[in-house]
Every structure is written in structure tokens, then in C-alpha cells.
């Protein structure tokens, strides 16, 4: 399957892992975890072939299914259905076939060299499953929330999230070519998918034969799927590998480290004895011997103990003091959105008033990204129009970072964000949010989704913003780092206008009003719309 050999994976100067071997064999579905920044994203890349190492080798046999965070999807004109089907090579078959009868129409002279062809195609397509295997390619989309109107557009036209899913569905089916028997290295593959999408997706990868590596903050999905489990450790650079199911390796961790902290009190306490013993007998030229030899064996005990595990470092996430504004410093009238003859939403009017909560809610595809990328400024509406009242400034976090330039530094997307203030001032939030160092001149194409989505809030935090537009903000965080998130938008005083599938967001927001799409209704806020958060 894979095997990686003396694996050295480096971020600029940093080490994110050191001479590390891993192996991925027929069966083993592992939970790749660790928190934002340890080099989750760079060491799937790598054992996907996508990336290359510091140092060592990795081998691979079988085929690979890779799901990045940011697929690249190549044509954007292609449609969603071919992208699909190009897994097995079937779109470029049903494509030269469908020309072939065209020209067989209009009697070309040319027409049993037609007909041979046809036949050879029409065999190749048979034996690569053919129809059925077109019906399976739409049964995965469904499930995964894609139904045929979204399967009938070109990738232009579809949200981050859709693509990210069309980039899942092709996975998948060429997996399934295969007898579930492929190595798939999954990348947050739960981003961006409603509940009923999620329970398919665990049940289909608990039941994959052959090797799967997953990055997921989704605990659940990890308790009903891995049976195996590396821990990549930002502080020792290693990875610490236990084949346990996912309850079993954190009980295992607790007990681990509740058994390290009672050895060392227990050998610090004996070391502390012999040391104060050895103290007293070095007052005596006749003891000096044997005190020495109390030291020596104070300092075995200690060097003898396992190395202690050090805490994870925290992002202190913030969002910035909103600078003054207007009772309604930002207004939307008759919003609406087509790609083609697919109606998005249609009259949307949003008041955004100082200080207010507001979330939008609807399923997958009916345009609440859309809208948050038009409150924006960063999409135009086919009609209507965004008013900007008096002071508004917006602070716009994108689910898909697409406000960041893969090219510029950490540093140089915060001296955009903030012109008034120095490098000394700006180096200070970003060490808040975990970027110190030579790390602040990484450009943003090699970070990882979690060190983005710090590096996106970072941004806002020196805005002075008094409206935040936030789609999907806890996407790509660890336990941990969610919190923090969750905390900034309970504290924030200005206006949110808030997207997200994140339950927890939405509670920690307290909205007073919903908009619900694609109809554009705009409600007062009742829990009872907490359960179309997970629908959506």
C-alpha cells in the first residue's frame, strides 16, 4: 500500500517530523490528529505524492484517492456530472460516443468505420460498468447532498463546498471501481456536508477494505471509523502511532499520562531525598565519596523518566474593538442570484443594525454564501443593491480563504489588513494566534486550512470592523482552537452575519434574527431552528 522510510517533513526552518516510518496496509483506517500547525496537512500531502519530503522515501502501490482542503478542480467549464465520471474515464467514452451519433444522423459517407468505432467505445464503456456505473456515480453525489441540478452545472458556477464534494464523489466512485480495496487520504472530508450526508459518509468508510488516512476535528466520525490512530506531536516532531479504536486511544492517552506524571512525582521525591543526603554528608571529607555517589544515582533516577509530554499551544483568538457606526451600517435590497436558467434566491432584503446577530440558514446550495459574499462586496447581485450606512466597516472571513493571496506572506496579508500599524504591533497579534518567528514570512499557499483560518482571523482582528460576515469559521479547528472561535463571537459587541453547519457557532452567537434561503424570509430567531443548522 504505502510505506514512508526515514521521513523528514520541514516547514521553512521548523521540523514537523523527523525520521519517522509509516506504514498504511489493506484494512487500516487511521485517524491522522494532532493540533492546527503540527503538520497534518503536509504529511497526508506527502504520502499522497502531491508533496515532496525534506528527506526520505515514500512508496506506493494501488490506487490513490487524495481529497485536499482546497481541491483544485482543473476546468472549471467542465461539468459537475463529468468531473464525477472522470474518475473511471467515462466522460471522455459518453462524450466521443454522443458525437459519433450526431454525425451517424446525417448519414456520413464514412459510416460503418462510424459504426466500428461505436462498437469498440460502446465495449470499453460496458466494461468500465457503463450505465449502472453512471447511476452509482449519481446515487454517491445524492448522498453526499448533490442532487442532478448540481450535477447539471459547470464547476464555475458551484459554491466552495459543492466543489469540495464533487472533488469527494469522484473519490469515492473511482474507490468503488475498485472493490473498495483503494488507500483513501481524506483531508476534513466532513467540511461543507449537512448531518444526513455525514452518517452516509462514516458508514461507507467504516466499511472501506482498503487503506484509509483521515484528518478530521469530527469526533464522531472518528469514533465510528478509525481503528487506528497517529498522533503527530508538535513539540517532539514524531508521531506516535496506536492501534486502538478512537474512544480506546484517548483513554489510553489519559492513563498514559496520569501514569507519567505518578512515576515522576515518585522519582523527583527519591531524587529530592538522596540530594538533601548527599548535601549533609559533604560536610564530612570522609563521606564526600558516598554523598557523590547519592548524586549520581538522584541524577539516574531523573534521566531515567520519560520525556513529559508539554501542552499544545493555544491561539488566544479575538475579534477587533468595532469602530463607530450608524444605528444600520449596512442594508440590502432585492438581492438575487442566477448561474444560467438555475435560480440561486431571488428579492433578498437584509438590515444589518449595530450590534445585531444575524444567521442564514438553508440547505446545501441555496446561495448563503452567495449572499455573504454580496453583503461583501466580493460577488455582484444580478439585481438589487448593498448600501453601505454611515462607519460601516466590513471584516469578511471566507469559508474557502479565497481573501487570501497564496502568494503573499503571513505578514505582508496583516500589513494590508492594517496599514496604521507597525511590524513590531502586527508580529504581536500574530504570535496571539500562534505565528512567531521566521513562520511569519511562510506565504499563505503552504499553510495548512487550520493555520489559515488563524491567519484569516488574525486579519480581523486589526480591522476595527463593526460588521463580521463569518462563513464557516470553526472548519478546519481543533477542540480546543473551536473554542476560542466560539468565545470571540459570544464576547464580539459589533454585528455578525453568521453561515455556518456548526450548531455550537450558532448558540454561542445568540441570533435574534434568521434569514432563511433561497426564499430570502427573514424571522425572529427561535431554538427550534437549531436543528436546521445540522440539516444545512
Known amino acids: ?108 459517407p464514412q459510416r460503418d468505420a462510424l459504426l466500428r468505432r461505436y462498437g469498440t467505445l460502446e465495449d470499453q464503456f460496458a466494461g468500465l460498468g457503463g450505465y449502472a456505473a453512471e447511476a452509482e456515480a ?52 466532513t467540511n461543507h456536508l449537512d448531518a444526513d450526508s455525514i452518517n452516509w459518509l462514516r458508514a461507507f468508510l467504516a466499511g472501506h477494505k482498503g487503506g484509509l488516512v483521515v484528518i478530521s476535528h469530527d469526533v464522531n466520525l472518528l469514533d465510528a471509523v478509525v481503528n487506528k490512530v497517529w498522533y503527530l506531536d508538535a513539540n517532539r516532531s514524531t508521531i506516535d502511532a496506536y492501534n486502538l479504536g478512537w474512544k480506546a486511544y484517548l483513554e489510553a492517552r489519559e492513563t498514559d499520562e496520569r501514569r507519567r506524571r505518578r512515576e515522576r512525582a515518585n522519582a523527583e521525591k527519591k531524587a529530592g531525598a538522596l540530594l538533601a543526603q548527599a548535601d549533609k554528608m559533604r560536610a564530612k571529607a570522609t563521606k564526600a565519596t558516598a554523598a557523590q555517589n547519592m548524586a549520581k544515582r538522584a541524577e539516574k533516577l531523573l534521566s531515567g523518566l520519560e520525556e513529559e509530554r508539554v501542552s499544545d499551544k493555544v491561539a488566544k483568538v479575538r475579534f477587533p474593538a468595532p469602530a463607530p457606526c450608524g444605528k444600520t451600517p449596512l442594508t440590502a435590497q432585492g438581492l438575487s442570484k442566477s448561474y444560467g436558467s438555475l435560480e440561486i434566491f431571488l428579492d433578498v432584503d437584509v438590515a444589518v443594525d449595530r450590534g445585531s446577530r444575524v444567521a442564514i440558514l438553508g440547505l446545501n446550495g441555496a446561495g448563503k454564501t452567495t449572499l455573504l459574499r454580496m453583503l461583501g462586496g466580493y460577488l455582484q447581485p444580478d439585481t438589487g443593491e448593498v448600501i453601505h450606512g454611515h462607519g460601516l466597516r466590513i471584516g469578511y472571513y471566507a469559508q474557502e480563504h479565497e481573501t487570501l493571496d497564496v502568494d503573499r506572506t503571513i505578514l505582508e496579508h496583516m500589513r494590508s489588513a492594517a496599514s496604521d500599524q507597525n511590524d513590531t504591533e502586527l508580529r504581536k497579534i500574530l504570535g496571539a494566534f500562534l505565528f512567531s518567528g521566521d513562520d511569519v514570512n511562510k506565504p499563505a499557499g503552504v499553510l495548512s486550512g487550520g493555520e489559515k483560518t488563524r491567519l484569516a482571523l488574525a486579519t480581523l482582528v486589526c480591522s476595527g470592523a463593526n460588521v463580521l460576515l463569518l462563513d464557516e469559521p470553526t472548519n478546519n479547528l481543533d477542540p480546543v482552537s473551536r473554542e476560542q472561535v466560539l468565545d470571540a463571537i459570544a464576547r464580539y459587541p459589533g454585528a455578525i452575519v453568521l453561515v455556518t453547519h456548526d450548531p455550537g457557532a450558532v448558540t454561542a452567537l445568540k441570533p435574534d434574527r434568521a434569514i432563511l434561503l433561497p426564499d430570502g424570509v427573514e424571522d425572529a430567531w427561535s431554538d427550534d431552528l437549531l436543528e436546521l443548522v445540522e440539516l444545512a
Open 1 to 108: 500500500m504505502i510505506t514512508a522510510t526515514a521521513l523528514e517533513l520541514r516547514a521553512g526552518s521548523r521540523i514537523l517530523l523527523a525520521d519517522a516510518t509509516l506504514r498504511i496496509q489493506p484494512g487500516d483506517r487511521i485517524g491522522l490528529v494532532g493540533r492546527n500547525g503540527a503538520g497534518k496537512t503536509t504529511t497526508l500531502k506527502v504520502l499522497a505524492g502531491e508533496g515532496q519530503p525534506y528527506s526520505g522515501s515514500v512508496d506506493t502501490r494501488g490506487p490513490v484517492g487524495y481529497l485536499p482542503q482546497d481541491p483544485r478542480t482543473g476546468d472549471l467549464t467542465m461539468s459537475a456530472r463529468d468531473r464525477v465520471l472522470s474518475a473511471r474515464g467515462l466522460d471522455t467514452l459518453m462524450s466521443e460516443m454522443h458525437k459519433i451519433e450526431v454525425e451517424l444522423a446525417g448519414s456520413p
Open 138 to 189: 449519481a446515487r454517491i453525489c445524492a448522498n453526499l447532498g448533490l442532487p442532478d441540478r448540481v450535477l447539471e452545472q459547470s464547476l464555475g458556477t458551484l459554491s466552495g463546498g459543492q466543489r469540495r464534494r464533487i472533488e469527494l464523489a469522484r473519490i469515492l466512485f473511482r474507490d468503488a471501481s475498485e472493490t473498495g480495496g483503494g488507500i483513501l487520504l481524506l483531508d476534513e472530508p
